[in-house]
């Protein structure tokens, strides 16, 4: 349990958890269980179910007595538009959203209420790890996406924390931050970020609370994955569009090791010595997740995450400064692809 010291300076907090799922009952029971096991209780859980076809129902059914749970069906809008759903049912001054993939370590409300009685911020978020019994695909991915290598291991760091950019797989803001600038917008992708940055320009405080991170699941293939970063990397142009000055060096990168790859293949029909750099590229991401995930398999897996992960994002990067940039096309208009793909 909590010690009494923990609340000498503040009053006890309530948080108000909102999860949208979609077609993941499997997922979200695992989630719900693992809130049954927090150390600290003072929460509520809303569910959203935004028309799927393989509901969740039964499975919230199995949590009514153990957690204070709310479940309610809604047409498909995307995950942001749910969240919003959620939001509007929420009775406490904190809303916390987990995506229905992710599972909660017991301590997760604890640390949370530690910093936030010592801290003062808006918002936070938390980075997320990979628990020994995911899959050797979940591993390789959460490798490729938090490797120094792959995304320069920004995600999750405690650099920059005045500009912190909390992401919705695992993210606080108060209500009345969140109600101050409406919610999540109608972006299908990218709208964490788009909420972020205008909670930044409203003037609102955000910080990383580094022990409140989550076990989080990811894409179970790798096909998955691909269609997941390919519209992140589209993302970054529309939220470049709507928030000018948002885009840094550091997400043309990819794109760039794109290019740079495309044109080692055509140099190498001249110099075919010019493809020991990407070879020289895999064997130091094959050993540094071997240094970190301690398994050949994962090690070997990493390799084709992040190519999967930079080429991927980089792609999709590249057709939106096409579509958008270029061509001038709208952002729905240039791509009509459900988040859910």
């Keep these: 349990m909590v010690s009494f010291v923990l609340f000498k300076k503040k009053a006890i907090m309530y948080f108000s958890i909102i999860i949208p799922v979609f077609n993941r009952p499997d997922e979200l029971d695992e989630l719900l269980l693992s809130l049954c096991e927090q150390t600290y209780n003072k929460f509520e859980v809303i569910i959203v179910e935004d028309g799927s076809e393989l509901k969740s129902d039964k499975v919230a ?3 009514i007595g153990k957690l204070n749970i709310n479940y309610f069906e809604k047409v498909n809008s995307g995950p942001g538009l749910s969240r919003n759903a959620g939001a509007e049912r929420a ?35 938390g980075p997320d790890a990979a628990l020994p019994d995911f899959t050797t ?15 320069g291991g920004i995600r999750g760091s405690k650099k920059s924390m005045d500009k912190f950019h909390p992401r919705s797989f695992n993210l606080g803001v108060t209500k009345k931050a969140f109600d101050s ?14 909420f972020s940055l205008r909670l930044l320009k409203s003037g609102y405080k955000t910080a990383l609370i580094s022990d409140a991170f989550v076990f989080h699941k990811r894409r179970s293939t790798f096909r998955q994955f691909f269609k997941q970063v390919y519209n992140s990397g589209i993302a970054r142009i529309n939220l470049h ?10 997400h043309t990168l990819p794109a760039c090791f794109v290019a740079g790859m495309a044109a080692m293949l055509l140099l190498s029909l001249i110099y075919p010595l010019v493809l020991l750099i990407p070879l020289a590229y ?11 995930n301690k398994s050949l398999k994962v090690a070997l897996y990493s390799i084709g995450s992040s190519w999967i992960q930079l080429t991927s994002y980089g792609t999709g990067f590249l057709s939106a400064v096409w579509k958008r940039l270029i061509l001038k096309k709208g952002e729905f208009k240039a791509f009509e692809k459900k988040f859910y793909d």
């Design 61 to 63: 059914g199995k949590y």
């Design 91 to 125: 009775q406490y001054d904190w809303l916390i959203f987990f995506d229905s993939d992710c599972i909660i370590p017991e301590h997760y409300l604890e640390n949370v209420v530690i910093y936030l009685t010592d801290h003062h911020t808006d918002a936070y978020g």
């Design 137 to 151: 695909v979940q591993k390789a991915i959460n490798y490729s996406m938090t490797s120094l290598f792959t995304t």
């Design 181 to 194: 600038i409406g919610g999540y917008g109608k972006m299908r992708f990218g709208e964490d970020i788009d």
């Design 241 to 250: 569009l709507l928030h000018p000055g948002s885009l840094k060096v550091v």
């Design 282 to 292: 895999s064997l130091v991401v094959f050993i540094d997740s071997l240094i970190i």
